[in-house]
């Protein structure tokens, strides 16, 4: 099992920056990767990034690239999410998301499909102002 609880959501106008947290407890922190994810109203969640369970690769949503930072620090057991140049369409409620079959010991670095995502958090709102 991994509990997830995202923070650092807010309000901000367009052209701020926002960097949201993860803390996980349960499974070693270190043996997974983790993603973040986005759902606007009306729409479908959406893949925003990932990062592997040492933290050397990542992935980003074309919409973020240049962007957003996906970052983690495993002595803390964190997952970060660095928002720069926000965008009103960058509104949505937030989730990370734990990935425990992407390890070390699989060979899969990530996967950026909700559906290989196994634990999520309750979501933090994001809300870019124009």
């Known amino acids: 099992q991994v509990q997830l609880v995202e923070s650092g959501g807010g309000l901000v106008q367009a052209g701020g920056s926002l960097r949201l947290s993860c803390a996980a407890s349960?499974?070693?922190?270190?043996?997974?990767?983790m993603g973040w994810f986005r759902q606007a109203p009306g729409k479908e969640r959406e893949f925003v990034a990932t990062?592997?369970?040492?933290?050397?690769?990542?992935y980003y949503a074309d919409s973020v690239k240049g962007r957003f930072t996906i970052s983690r620090d495993n002595a803390k057991n964190t997952v970060y999410l660095r928002m720069n140049s926000l965008k009103p369409e960058d509104t949505a409620v937030y989730y990370c998301?734990?990935?425990?079959?992407?390890?070390?010991?699989?060979?899969?670095?990530?996967?950026?499909?909700?559906?290989?995502?196994?634990?999520w958090g309750q979501g933090t709102q994001v809300t870019v102002s124009s």
């Open positions: 998301a734990a990935d425990v079959d992407s390890t070390y010991y699989s060979g899969r670095n990530y996967d950026i499909r909700g559906s290989a995502y196994d634990y």
């Open positions: 349960g499974r070693t922190f270190s043996n997974y990767a």
């Open positions: 990062i592997s369970w040492s933290g050397s690769s990542t």
